[in-house]
């Protein structure tokens, strides 16, 4: 080979598509392909989600799933392979980390893979970069338009009902289920939508928070600061999903919908019983 | 007073020197009389055509009701950030279009097309997507240049509920691209070089100008009234469309929030990327064409393919 060859071989070698190719397996493309996600002629959907970023972050999110939280999924067959669905699952970890695992879960389930949309705080999309991709990965902020919306063009939603009451709460409150809000139980109803309920444990480990700085997080505009490790720590996750829960009719007062709130309460936390009890090692 | 003998009836098209009137007009100028106005100049027309330079908001206009028997009204004719100043602006499209409204009523007009903008929903970081033609308007909480686009919609829908005799049609286009098209998004993606803010690639919609040109074709001869978004069913990151446009591009510094606005200001970006538009460049406005597109039975007919390959092919012979 001619040196000119070297060269000319030297400059095809794009690191970037190397890495890409490296990340985004052909088992990551085929189960993409299986994934019923209609999007446009660029791969977009309405809310930004594009699948070859949603393929990237599968490949750089699978490490963290199986090596670093080497995370284990129960009843993921419960997960209807296509059709709406409301996945409602209790929150914790500081970090909404429990929100990327599941995600992940559902997007590889064996038993028929989905793109599963994450409601997000309201100020992510003032945040360069990060606001993009979390709309490119296929979360959207937690507007009832937009889930209304997914509902209705059969799309699988992860909703956090306790949202930073949950992530943010300490570790002294582990595995006990904040206030949830009702709002998922009002879409549930009006779009017919079954509920997979979800018992996340492990995550409440990864970031044990021993207090809230609460003055540095109103300086910082965020719901909360926690005062513990810098980083998760490699505590073992497991996910629990349950049957789907499915509620007919539409609710007469605010206390219906309650009652139908605390049957999905009383399913996720029967759900992290179990995992709390089958659960042989935190790390 | 040479009143039309024909039993066609009359069409007035307003902004006839813009490239969508003229496409409208194309399509409408063998079965009705067409009279086209525009305030810029006397617009060149086929035999037939008789053409005004007027100003709306003007006495002088009267005298077209007065000599032409109008039946329908296409107001397209908008006058942009960057021909003029503000006053002169809020003029011609708010006092402008009001008057127009007045002389329908006045003259029996039975039918009028409202051209709008999907600007009037405002760029906010809390904006839901798929926005129906029922969310807030709220640009005008986004800046003070946007207020005549929003008071012109809010002037057209008072007369709308207020006086159904005039079958008003407002439609909503989202982005509108294409041959000879001069709006600021036009004239953005004609451009070599093209500033993108650090960070943000807000998802977009586009449309080709000969597609709306049939969407408002159809709204007229249906008279279906009511306020409709005209948007496709696919959509495309701004960053991505700027490549695929054959643009490079020139990131601009984001945060704070005020210095991309200053950065427009003093380097006089005021007709392709207005410090009043910046917030478009960085939060998404995606509408839902749903309701449009099921009232009317339109499908846009050029993909965002044949859209962005103009613009493209337009600077290769540059």
Known sequence: MSTVDIFKQL????????????????????????????????????WGYNENAAKLAVGIFRWLYEHYFRVTAHGLEHVPPQGRVLIVPNHSGQLPLDGVLIGYALATNPHGPRAARAMIERFFPTVPWLGNWLNAVGAVIGDPLNCSKMLEQEEAIIVFPEGVRGSGKLYKQRYQLQ???????HLALQHRAPIVPVGVVGCEETMPSFANIAPLARLLGLPYVPLGPLLPLPARVYLYFGEPMVFEGSAKSEEEVNARVEQVKERIRELIARGLKERQQIF | MPRSVSHKKTVLVTGAAGSLAQRVIARLHDRYDIVAVDFRRKVETDAGIPSYKVDTYKRGFEDIFRNHRIDAVIHIGRMFAHESDRQRRYNANVLGTKKLLELCRKYGVGQVIIHSTYFVYGASAYNPALLDEDAPLKASEVTQDLVDSVELESLAQIYLWKYPELHITILRPCNVLGPGVRNTMSLLLSRPVVPVLIGFSPLMQ????????????????????GIYNVAPDDWVAYQVAVQQCGCRRLPVPSIPPVLPKLISNALNWNAFFPPYLINYFKYPVIIDGRHFRETFGWRPRRNLNDIFSYYRKAKLLA
Not at chain 1, 17 to 41: M, Q
Not at chain 1, 179 to 185: D, K, L, P, S
């Open chain 1, 179 to 185: 206030r949830f809000g009702n709002g998922f139980m």
């Open chain 1, 11 to 46: 400059a095809s070698v794009n690191p970037g598509e190397a890495l890409y190719r490296r990340l985004v397996t052909p088992e990551i493309e085929a189960l993409f392909a299986r994934i019923p996600k209609p999007v446009g002629s660029f791969g977009y959907d309405p």
């Open chain 2, 206 to 225: 586009f449309l080709h100008v000969d597609d709306m040109a049939d969407a408002m074709v159809l709204a007229f001869e249906h008279n279906r009234p």
